[in-house]
């Protein structure tokens, strides 16, 4: 009774967070609403028995591709409202297409005969006393290792393929020297003037942007504080203004 | 899987090997100075090892039935280590002169040879694909591996996306043959094909897409069109290791796929064979005719050899096994010996690959020259050199299996193939000498040498050779 009530409470949850994924205008709050649905999925599952499928959804689906989602609907400005432009237009022709397939679904759906005994072998059997996620887990490190530890070695090769094509060592390589940077005193990099009002940066002896860029090639031989070189020169700059 | 046993001693020189391989790569990456060459020796050690403990190590299926350890994958994995061993040694001087010299190359060379071995021991569906893809992927990168150098990148990308495609052929057959006969274990297919009747269409198209993602693995004709621009583009120790290693552990794997699970199935994929061989055979020969690149010429010539060694499998009998399995044998060592002398030429650093640059070899470094001709002669299959005894052997099994027309159009296309062989013999002997090559390193000369003396002697020390493809053969029909 209760799981039946909680299947239902989750199953028009998740259709109303999917239909709100299709229809809301802001793509942020599509992506919220796939989650939801994906949360409520996964409730589905568990009441199915699956709990090691829920725990996937919610782990790799949420977890990872949802977010990542989110990252590129955030990222990147994509202007939604283009996309439905020319929607009145075209909606004719998706309208006939979308019969035409709900008809032919219909026609193989309703000329489908089961056989008597394909209930039983629609889904794999359930071994009887330990949980899904032990029998996956059997199946994958026990009757499997060697199948599993070769796809691991495969993974292994492709990351030692992507590394050596791809990695080039650069030969000025800015790398933080920590000695360098604890080492430096105030006067090394700060110039502190008394300036006169009125006065321009030319009176007072600044140097300009000009100068400070040449300092900067200098910096680079050096090592690693050319950026920081820089900044407290902007730094002395404003000061001086 | 009639007996649940794990067994997991039969993958023992994989596991070493594998193990060996990541130590390799750790020890390579903590180096604060890169030494390539540490790496090299290391991994030649490796693969030593391994071949110490295929032979010695136990046989007997494993891993419920996954993996078998028998005298044919005895035989071939030993082949594999040499081969890999043979690509290793003769990368050290190219890669430091074409400044590709990294110590990821060897470790690279190694994990294909595990795939490679798991190929020639897979007795699953899976492990035979995952085998097959742990090589291949490797193969991939090395081909890539001169990554500022254009034609080597266009190999590595041409042969990554069409061995994709063979891959997505290959897993849609196992599919098929999956889903029309329940079962991927090698045993349980033979015998639910055991009956004629249970033989359903969809099963043999499914069979016909793993043989067609076999071929293009060993690059027979139609199969074929990756293979002169990847032998061209990889680097020249690459194209080494791909002419050798891989090709016998994919010619194993077609000979274990087609003999056991689908052996009953011989009248369906014997003419598909067939038909095959005689298009490779025909297509080497012809193609290799009009090529000025030697890389190229011994691409279009290894499609030509694969296709003589289908002649064997084709035959569908245990002579035919044991005539593609000597065939590898003597073709590995030929087609190493060949491209130590490719590996050779050498102006002033840089590597050049023309045939018109053996020209008067014969005056300017008669070793060299005489190495050459020995290769050529045995890839052209004259007596008494091994690549005959090759030939004969798969030859003979097809008459006795009364496969004549493939016999005949093999001695008429071995006839044409001398043809560009000898050519190559005549520019070194009889044109003009062209400039002199740079000093040969040693590992060339040893590689050469040693692979000359078999190809010389194979007719007194054949005995021993013979016997193991013989016992190898019959592991596969016992």
């Known amino acids: ?241 | 899987m009639s007996a649940v046993v794990m067994n997991w001693i039969v993958a023992l020189p994989e596991l070493v090997l594998a193990v060996c391989g990541m130590a390799i790569l750790l020890l390579g990456v903590a180096q604060k100075r890169e030494n390539p060459l540490l790496a090299s020796m290391l991994s030649i050690g490796a693969l030593v090892l391994a071949g110490v403990l295929v032979v010695s190590g136990s046989r007997g299926q494993g891993y419920e039935g996954q993996l078998i350890s028998d005298a044919f994958s005895t035989f071939l994995a030993v082949l594999i280590l040499v081969g890999a061993a043979l690509a290793i040694m003769l990368s050290l001087e190219y890669n430091q002169l074409q400044r590709i010299y990294r110590f990821e190359f060897p470790v690279l060379i190694v994990f294909a040879a595990v795939g490679m071995m798991v190929m020639v021991k897979a007795t699953n569906l899976m492990s035979l694909y995952l085998g097959l893809e742990l090589q291949s992927l490797a193969i991939y990168v090395l081909a890539a591996f001169a990554r500022d150098d254009l034609r080597s990148a266009e190999a590595g990308l041409k042969y990554f996306v069409l061995g994709c495609l063979a891959s997505g052929l290959l897993l849609y057959g196992i599919s098929l043959v999956y889903g029309f006969s329940g079962s991927m274990d090698f045993a349980r297919l033979s015998r639910a094909f055991a009956t004629p009747a249970s033989v359903s269409a969809g099963l043999v198209v499914g069979m016909v897409f793993v043989l067609a993602g076999l071929a293009f693995k060993v690059s027979v004709v139609p199969f074929h069109m990756w293979t002169p621009d990847v032998y061209e583009g990889a680097p020249t120790p690459v194209t080494t290791f791909i002419a050798t290693a891989p090709k016998v552990a994919a010619m194993g794997l077609l000979l274990r796929t087609m003999i056991v699970p689908f052996g009953h199935l011989l009248a369906q994929w014997q003419q598909l064979v067939v038909l095959v061989s005689i298009a490779s055979m025909v297509l080497g020969a012809l193609g290799a005719i009009g090529q000025v690149n030697i890389k190229r010429l011994m691409a279009y010539s290894a499609i030509g050899h694969m296709g003589y060694a289908l002649i064997g499998l084709a035959a569908g009998t245990e002579a035919g096994v044991r005539g593609v399995l000597i065939y590898l044998l003597v073709y590995m060592v030929m087609s190493a010996g060949a491209f130590a002398v490719i590996l050779a030429m050498r102006r002033r650093g840089m590597a050049v690959e023309a045939i018109a640059d053996l020209a008067g070899l014969s005056s300017t470094d008669p070793a060299l020259a005489l190495l050459m001709t020995i290769f050529m002669f045995s890839l052209a299959g004259i007596p008494p050199l091994s690549g005959f005894f090759g030939k004969f052997y798969v030859f003979l099994a097809a008459v006795q299996a009364g496969q004549w027309t493939l016999a005949i159009i093999g001695v008429l296309t071995s006839v044409v193939g001398a043809y560009y062989y000898i050519r190559i013999v005549k520019v070194m002997y009889f044109d003009e000498p062209a400039a002199r090559f740079d000093v040969r390193h040693p590992a060339i000369s040893i590689a050469g040498g040693a692979t000359a003396l078999f190809t010389v002697l194979f007719l007194a020390i054949a005995g021993p050779f013979i016997s193991a493809a013989d016992l190898a053969a019959k592991a596969l029909f016992g």
Request: glycine content about 6%.
């Open chain 1, 1 to 241: 009774m209760i799981a039946a009530a909680a299947f239902y409470v989750f199953s028009a949850i998740m259709l109303a967070a999917a239909t709100m994924v299709v229809t809301a205008r802001n793509p942020v709050h599509s992506v919220l609403f796939l989650i939801l649905a994906f949360f409520n999925a996964a409730a589905l599952f568990l009441l199915a028995g699956a709990e090691f499928l829920a725990m996937i959804l919610v782990i790799v689906y949420v977890g990872a591709v949802a977010v990542l989602f989110l990252f590129v609907v955030m990222m990147l400005d994509i202007n939604f409202v283009q996309f439905r432009e020319g929607f009145q237009r075209y909606a004719p022709i998706g309208a006939t297409v979308g019969a035409v397939l709900l008809i032919e679904l219909t026609m193989v759906l309703t000329g489908w005969r089961f056989l008597p005994e394909a209930p039983q072998w629609r889904s794999a059997p359930i071994p009887a006393n330990i949980s899904n996620t032990a029998a996956l887990a059997e199946q994958l490190y026990t009757h499997n290792i060697l199948l599993f530890q070769l796809a691991g070695l495969l993974l292994l090769v492709a990351m030692i393929g992507a590394i050596v094509l791809t990695l080039r060592e650069r030969r000025m390589p800015r790398r933080q020297i920590i000695r360098v940077q604890l080492e430096r005193e105030v006067r090394d990099t700060l110039e502190i003037l008394q300036v006169p009002i009125f006065a321009g940066t030319d009176e007072i002896g600044i140097r300009m942007r000009k100068a400070i860029s040449e300092d900067r090639g200098e910096a680079a031989h050096e090592g690693a504080e050319s950026p920081m070189l820089a900044a407290s020169h902007a730094q002395s700059e404003t000061e001086g203004h």
